[in-house]
């Protein structure tokens, strides 16, 4: 937490969800923030999870340089999606500016991300956070949805976390996207991102809360059945994404959008088959491993 006002004090902080979420209105993130502004929106990061931030167009060099404040950003590694080293490109159009045909390869390479999930939760080093503008968006579609694994596993009976202890999910984005397309990936890439295991119970480093990690990138549960641990993790994104612990964030042009991947499930509820869609995203790179 930072020195003297709380995030409340500094912020116009206005509720996205009775459970978590926040917006924060009247920054303008183009210029730098000052030291006591930076540190009143980290610990509103931290505390709400989810933070809105409307009207901001801003370039990609803009987006890099807030989301540095944050710490080192993960590089894309994806060239489908990749425009450059930082910047993750979520279109639903071609290089022309066409909306993709329904059977393109990078249509498919984008309905990944309509399965609940935490972005890189593949890495051995997940990312922390990400950061999406919203450059061109839909007027009825193409909502992101949120859910808190915090309020999920706060809502769970002392012997069901028990229970939880010591367990760990293997995740494997080459199964993630073997349930869509993987041809628009190539095998160096998929090679660079080998199966890796991660506490199905993690600790938030800044407050110490604990919450459930579970993603739609688990492959298997270490020391279960493949089947019985997709089940098992089926059943506990279930549980955190009942519907009145869902956040559904409908976009409006320019909204900044950032989300704490250690505690915040997330998916597109479509790629929009005649709207545009364009989206770009940072990473924040983790701290470390998952404790
Ligand atoms: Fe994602």
Redesign the pocket.
């Known amino acids: 937490m930072s020195d003297g006002a709380s995030d409340g004090d500094m912020l116009k902080l206005k509720p996205l969800h009775p459970l978590f979420g926040a917006e924060i209105a009247g920054l303008d993130l183009r210029n730098p923030l000052d030291d006591a502004t930076f540190n009143a929106v980290l610990d509103a990061f931290n505390t709400h999870s989810v933070l809105l931030f409307r009207n901001q167009e801003l370039s990609d060099k803009q987006h890099v340089d807030f989301s540095r404040r944050f710490g080192e950003l993960e590089e894309t590694t994806f060239s489908i999606a990749a425009p450059n080293r930082y910047i993750y490109r979520l279109a639903n159009v071609d290089d022309d500016g066409n909306v993709l045909e329904m059977d393109a390869v990078k249509r498919l390479f984008l309905e990944v991300?309509g399965r609940w999930?935490t972005?890189s939760s593949f890495r051995a080093n997940p990312a922390l956070g990400?950061i999406l503008s919203g450059k061109e968006v839909p007027s009825n579609e193409g909502d992101t949805c949120f859910a808190s694994m915090r309020v999920a596993y706060e809502a769970m009976s002392e012997g069901r976390r028990k229970s939880l202890e010591g367990m760990r999910g293997v995740h494997n984005y080459a199964y993630s996207l073997s349930l869509f397309d993987t041809s628009g990936v190539t095998q160096e890439e998929m090679d660079s991102v080998p199966p890796v295991e991660h506490p199905i119970v993690r600790m938030h480093p800044p407050t110490g809360k604990k919450s459930l990690y579970v993603s739609g990138h688990i492959e298997r549960i270490v020391g279960m059945p493949v089947e019985e641990g997709r089940l098992f993790v089926k059943e506990l994104i279930g549980w955190c994404t009942r519907p009145e612990y869902v956040y559904t964030h409908r976009w409006q042009q320019h909204d900044l959008l950032m989300w704490d991947n250690r505690c915040v499930l997330?998916r597109a509820s479509s790629v929009p088959a005649k709207q545009k869609r364009i989206m770009h995203r940072t990473t924040i790179a983790g701290q470390g491993p998952v404790e």
Request: hydrophobic content about 0%.
């Open positions: 991300n999930h972005d990400s997330h």
